[in-house]
Protein backbone atom coordinates (compact mmCIF):
# COMPACT_ATOMS: atom_id res chain seq x y z
CA UNK A 1 0.00 0.00 0.00
CA UNK A 2 1.19 3.72 -0.54
CA UNK A 3 2.19 5.50 2.61
CA UNK A 4 1.79 9.06 3.01
CA UNK A 5 3.83 11.49 5.37
CA UNK A 6 3.42 14.83 6.08
CA UNK A 7 6.28 17.13 7.38
CA UNK A 8 6.45 21.29 8.11
CA UNK A 9 3.51 22.13 10.42
CA UNK A 10 4.21 24.51 13.29
CA UNK A 11 3.47 27.39 15.35
CA UNK A 12 3.57 30.47 13.25
CA UNK A 13 2.51 34.25 12.93
CA UNK A 14 -0.65 35.64 11.48
CA UNK A 15 0.65 37.33 8.19
CA UNK A 16 3.53 35.04 7.79
CA UNK A 17 4.33 31.85 5.39
CA UNK A 18 4.98 28.31 5.95
CA UNK A 19 5.76 25.33 3.41
CA UNK A 20 3.96 21.39 4.43
CA UNK A 21 5.23 18.59 2.41
CA UNK A 22 3.55 15.47 1.73
CA UNK A 23 6.53 12.31 1.03
CA UNK A 24 4.88 9.42 -0.74
CA UNK A 25 6.42 5.71 -1.34
CA UNK A 26 5.12 2.24 -2.28
CA UNK A 27 3.15 3.65 -4.95
CA UNK A 28 3.31 5.45 -8.13
CA UNK A 29 1.17 8.45 -8.02
CA UNK A 30 1.35 9.56 -11.53
CA UNK A 31 -1.58 10.15 -12.82
CA UNK A 32 -3.38 10.10 -9.22
CA UNK A 33 -4.33 13.13 -7.73
CA UNK A 34 -2.56 14.50 -4.52
CA UNK A 35 -4.58 16.92 -2.32
CA UNK A 36 -3.72 18.37 0.55
CA UNK A 37 -7.22 18.37 3.25
CA UNK A 38 -7.50 20.47 6.70
CA UNK A 39 -9.71 19.71 9.38
CA UNK A 40 -10.70 21.77 12.54
CA UNK A 41 -12.28 19.74 16.02
CA UNK A 42 -15.86 19.42 15.24
CA UNK A 43 -16.12 20.02 11.58
CA UNK A 44 -15.34 17.98 8.56
CA UNK A 45 -12.23 17.61 6.60
CA UNK A 46 -12.12 19.86 3.98
CA UNK A 47 -9.37 19.75 1.09
CA UNK A 48 -7.77 22.92 0.13
CA UNK A 49 -6.02 22.15 -2.65
CA UNK A 50 -5.71 19.63 -5.76
CA UNK A 51 -2.91 18.27 -8.17
CA UNK A 52 -2.84 15.63 -10.96
CA UNK A 53 0.52 13.87 -10.08
CA UNK A 54 2.79 14.09 -13.20
CA UNK A 55 0.84 17.18 -14.72
CA UNK A 56 0.77 20.83 -13.34
CA UNK A 57 -2.81 21.09 -12.92
CA UNK A 58 -4.14 22.14 -9.79
CA UNK A 59 -7.54 23.34 -8.25
CA UNK A 60 -7.78 25.44 -4.78
CA UNK A 61 -10.71 25.78 -2.66
CA UNK A 62 -12.04 29.45 -2.50
CA UNK A 63 -10.62 30.70 1.14
CA UNK A 64 -7.30 29.55 -0.07
CA UNK A 65 -7.24 30.52 -3.66
CA UNK A 66 -4.19 33.28 -3.92
CA UNK A 67 -2.34 32.43 -1.21
CA UNK A 68 -1.50 28.86 -1.14
CA UNK A 69 0.19 26.54 -4.19
CA UNK A 70 0.26 23.38 -4.36
CA UNK A 71 3.19 22.15 -6.32
CA UNK A 72 5.47 18.64 -7.32
CA UNK A 73 8.67 17.51 -6.70
CA UNK A 74 8.32 14.15 -9.12
CA UNK A 75 12.01 13.03 -8.34
CA UNK A 76 11.71 12.95 -4.83
CA UNK A 77 8.06 12.26 -4.97
CA UNK A 78 7.09 14.67 -2.69
CA UNK A 79 3.88 17.10 -2.52
CA UNK A 80 4.72 20.49 -1.92
CA UNK A 81 1.88 23.02 0.15
CA UNK A 82 2.94 26.35 0.07
CA UNK A 83 1.14 29.21 2.28
CA UNK A 84 1.19 32.37 2.74
CA UNK A 85 -0.96 35.66 4.46
CA UNK A 86 -2.06 32.85 7.07
CA UNK A 87 -5.06 33.72 9.47
CA UNK A 88 -6.34 32.10 12.42
CA UNK A 89 -8.51 30.71 9.96
CA UNK A 90 -6.05 28.49 8.53
CA UNK A 91 -4.96 26.68 12.08
CA UNK A 92 -6.04 22.96 11.64
CA UNK A 93 -4.34 19.97 11.45
CA UNK A 94 -3.01 19.19 7.55
CA UNK A 95 -3.19 15.84 5.92
CA UNK A 96 -2.48 14.76 3.03
CA UNK A 97 -4.26 11.74 0.67
CA UNK A 98 -4.02 9.87 -2.59
CA UNK A 99 -7.44 10.15 -4.50
CA UNK A 100 -9.00 8.98 -7.54
CA UNK A 101 -8.67 11.20 -10.73
CA UNK A 102 -12.45 12.23 -12.28
CA UNK A 103 -13.43 11.14 -15.57
CA UNK A 104 -14.67 13.44 -18.34
CA UNK A 105 -13.15 16.79 -16.81
CA UNK A 106 -10.95 18.27 -14.96
CA UNK A 107 -9.32 15.22 -12.95
CA UNK A 108 -8.25 16.54 -9.33
CA UNK A 109 -10.66 19.10 -8.12
CA UNK A 110 -11.99 20.96 -5.30
CA UNK A 111 -14.04 19.79 -3.36
CA UNK A 112 -13.08 16.37 -2.97
CA UNK A 113 -15.55 13.57 -2.58
CA UNK A 114 -14.72 11.21 0.47
CA UNK A 115 -15.04 7.42 -1.48
CA UNK A 116 -12.25 9.09 -3.98
CA UNK A 117 -9.19 9.15 -1.20
CA UNK A 118 -7.67 5.91 -1.47
CA UNK A 119 -4.86 6.31 1.78
CA UNK A 120 -4.53 9.29 4.10
CA UNK A 121 -1.24 10.38 6.04
CA UNK A 122 -0.84 10.67 9.34
CA UNK A 123 -1.39 14.86 9.58
CA UNK A 124 0.71 17.57 10.57
CA UNK A 125 -0.50 20.25 12.84
CA UNK A 126 -0.32 24.25 11.78
CA UNK A 127 -0.98 26.95 14.44
CA UNK A 128 -1.72 30.32 13.65
CA UNK A 129 -1.10 33.02 15.93
Known amino acids: DVQLVESGGRSVQAGGSLTLSCSAS????????IAWFRQVPGKEREAVANIYSGTQLVDYADSVKGRFTISEDSLKNTVVLQMASLNFDDSAMYYC???????????????????????WGQGTQVTVS
Open 97 to 119: ALVQPLLGGRPCVVPVRQDGVRS
Open 26 to 33: GYNTQYMC
